[in-house]
């Protein structure tokens, strides 16, 4: 037995969960540092980059994955432990502003165990659709899921950011505790029995994780996807750090006004992933490599817009709307080919393979986060306070603009068929 459509979306819950969680500690959390605590954009950067360096541990997840044992038991043990340090981290912000040396040790200890949480979870999650999910429904489900993520995302920054007004210290470890207790209760009811209830295809041979990692990197089409995720990935999460602050330094927004605006950027995202989930899979229009080059474009237009949304006097969450829209085209493309990539090669090594590109993922996510704080922290001290945080949103629009160009040369043509379930 293969995984039913219906476990396929209770697995999706548990991935809503995962971006339920970590849009506070991403989002909401950095803004708070750097506009009502006044603290440089580079702190949450350098916190935001620990819990994705921590997440280089993923191929390892995925290995261990691979050569058996229990996926269910880390995946709840995973949400937990990201529970446990997104709790850690929302305790941290009253105490930087008491006690900062203490909140500064919570928000290290707290970072470090929000990554290991994703690390474990995420890829065991993966790891399981990769190999009980049948052939022809892998795109499918990998749509599936990362929608829900995504829709995770949006409604908790949309949720939350209609309870935090008016804001305090109590009002947020409030909503950050029942947002984290019912992630764990959830996860636990959605994956609950789903394991035992498939027969997974047998583990491949016993092997050294430096073999498993070497071989994979040999396979010449894994090695230019990794290459493909670093770079688009370093674009993508660039404005993470510095989007909520440029709301609020620039255009005035309140917490929860620049938290429902990363709501919205996310539905955008949702909006861009299903365009491109009907269009490729119902109506097979273009290829996936074409839909990829298309959202990193459009990507970098929607960035070009946002740098000179105060100059032009532009309205920036129809802008913040649109980047999410293109981001969403390219990632559910690329989120197509992954899928597919992850069960080639001469042994079915899902795991380890969909963790080097989860590894790859994390590290541009923690470089292209914290050098977008870094350059904004930078600028300010050069150019008046608009002025800096467009010129690092014009450098992220140059970096997707590489991005598409590399994965027209890299992206294979066929993957056109790879949405469509059933083929």
Request: overall charge positive; charged content about 10%.
């Amino acid at each position: 037995m293969s995984l039913s459509w219906a476990q396929i979306f209770r697995l999706g819950l548990v991935q809503a969960c995962l971006g339920a969680i970590v849009v506070l500690m991403t989002s909401t959390l950095n803004r708070l540092m750097v506009v009502e605590l006044a603290l440089p954009v580079v702190l949450p950067g350098f916190l935001v980059a620990l819990h994705y360096g921590v997440q280089i541990t993923r191929p390892n997840w995925g290995h261990l994955a691979d050569q058996g044992g229990n996926r269910t038991r880390w995946i709840i043990a995973g949400m937990a432990l990201l529970a446990l340090g997104g709790m850690g981290a929302a305790l941290a912000i009253p105490l930087l502003e008491s006690h900062f040396g203490l909140g500064l040790a919570l928000s290290l200890v707290a970072y470090a165990v929000i990554g290991l949480g994703v690390g474990a979870s995420g890829t065991s999650l993966l790891a399981l659709l990769a190999t009980a999910t049948a052939e022809q429904r892998r795109p499918a489900a990998a749509t599936i899921t990362w929608l829900m993520m995504i829709a995770g995302i949006a409604l908790t920054a949309i949720t939350a950011g209609q309870f935090l007004d008016p804001y305090s210290h109590a009002r947020l470890l409030v909503i950050v505790a029942i947002i984290c207790t019912g992630a764990v209760a959830l996860t636990t009811l959605a994956v609950w029995g789903i394991e035992r209830s498939v027969v997974i295809r047998p583990a491949p041979p016993a092997i050294r994780f430096r073999d498993g990692m070497r071989e994979i990197w040999a396979d010449t089409r894994a090695r230019h996807f990794t290459f493909f995720v670093f770079l688009s990935m370093t674009a993508y999460f660039m404005q993470e750090l510095i989007l909520e602050p440029y709301a609020g330094l620039v255009f005035g927004f309140t917490p929860g006004q620049s938290t429902s605006m990363s709501g919205a950027q996310n539905g955008g995202v949702f909006l861009g992933m299903v365009l491109v989930g009907v269009a490729a899979s119902g109506f097979r229009i273009g290829s996936l490599r074409a839909w990829v080059v298309a959202g990193c474009l459009g990507s970098a237009i929607a960035l070009f817009a946002i740098a000179g949304a105060s100059l032009w006097a532009l309205p920036l969450v129809p802008l913040v709307i649109a980047l999410g829209f293109f981001n969403g085209m390219f990632a559910v493309a690329a989120i197509g080919s992954m899928m597919q990539l992850a069960g080639e090669g001469r042994e079915k090594r899902e795991g380890a393979r969909v963790g080097l590109w989860g590894a790859s993922q994390a590290i541009a996510a923690g470089f292209g986060g914290l050098t977008g704080a870094a350059l904004v922290d930078l600028a300010r001290s050069l150019l008046p306070v608009a002025d800096a945080f467009g010129a690092v949103f014009l450098t992220q629009a140059t970096i997707f603009i590489a991005s598409a160009a590399l994965a027209a040369r890299v992206m294979s043509p066929r993957p056109r068929a790879l949405l469509v379930p059933g083929e």
